[in-house]
Each structure stands twice: as structure tokens, then as C-alpha cells.
């Protein structure tokens, strides 16, 4: 049980990556009055825990009222991933997800709930987590509780890592950090296509 629980929390801060988002949310909240920052980070953070955390119960069923499968969601998630982690290797001046807010706009849900935190991996993720016995549906909970408390202590102090490191070293991470993402999105993408052809020939993956 102990395993599953550490596993569990090792899945989830990975797929949603506090870390590798530090530079979107310098770059998105540079726009934003500093004496609101520290609240917009809160605020997108508690988004991304509720959306993920609904996602967990009842995402199973939502697909079901759309007439949606798991694997409609890697190859999709996959796709939009990839986008992303092409943005990341090849920055734009209109950085990642467009051009930023402007005259002191505050980004909401997006980009930094959905998908910077709660993105298609995530998604999944623990959509998974609910068709799955190994632990009471109460750890998982637990366990996303604590990847949250990780995002706040790490997108809290993105100002201080970026003075401490310098644009150059987080410009340098970003781009590492968007080989990485493209290597989970073809991945995704495969495991999705690879689900679906063995569905169609009637052979379990």
C-alpha cells in the first residue's frame, strides 16, 4: 500500500511538472502586478486541484456522456503536447500560449490551470486512477494533496528561482524541459494509436 501511495505521488508531480512551469508562469505573470501574483498562483493552483480532483470521480462518466474512450484522449492529448513542447524548443516572442495579458490582465484557467497543471497527461492520468483498485479512492486524493502543496511552494518562490539562476539557465531549462514533453507526447500519442489498432483487431494491449 505504502509503495502504491509513493507511486501514486511520484506519477502525479511528474505529469503536471511544477517545476518544468516555472518559466511559463514568470513569463505569464510578468504582466501582473506583483502584489497579485502571489494570489493569481494560489488561485490557478486551487483550479488545477478541483479540476483534477473532479476529473478523478467523475471524469469516467463524463466521457461516457460524450461517448468518449481513454484512448480518444492519449492520441488527442498527445497531439496538443506535442504543440506545446514545439513552442517550448522553438520559442515565438508571443511566448508558449500566445501573446500575454496586457494593461495588467490577469491569465484565468489558461494557460497556467489548464494546461500548464491540469494538462492532458494529468488528465488521464487520473481518469485512470479511478478505474483502478490498488488503493481507496480517499489515498489518491491524499496523494494529489500533496502534489498541490509541491505546486504552491514551488510556482511561490518562480521569481526567486529566476533571480537566483538567471533567464539564461531557465530559458536553457524551458527548452530541455520541452524535449522531454515532446518525448512524453509521441509517447502518449503512440500508446493511443497502438489501443486502438488492437481494438480493432480484437486483441487486448
Known sequence: MTENFFQTF????????????VPL???TLAHVKPER???VVVREC????FLLLMFMFGGRYFLEALQLTSTSLRIGGGVI??????????????????PAPQHGGEPLIVPLAIPALAGPSALVTV?????????SMWLYVIALMMVAAVWLMVLLSAERLLQALGPAVITAFERLMGLILTALAIEMLLAGIT????GL???SP
Do not use: W
Not at 87 to 94: E, I, L, W
Not at 127 to 135: A, E, N
Not at 195 to 198: G, L
Open 46 to 49: 486551487l483550479i488545477a486541484f
Open 25 to 27: 508562469f514568470i513569463s
Open 37 to 39: 501574483r502571489s494570489r
Open 195 to 198: 489501443t486502438y489498432i488492437h
Open 81 to 98: 503536447l506535442f504543440l506545446i513542447a514545439l513552442k517550448m524548443v522553438f520559442p515565438s516572442a508571443d511566448g508558449i500560449f500566445g
Open 201 to 203: 483487431n480484437g486483441v
Open 127 to 135: 481518469l485512470l486512477f479511478s478505474t483502478s483498485h490498488r488503493m
Open 10 to 21: 511520484v506519477l502525479l508531480l511528474l505529469v503536471t511538472d511544477p517545476f518544468g512551469n
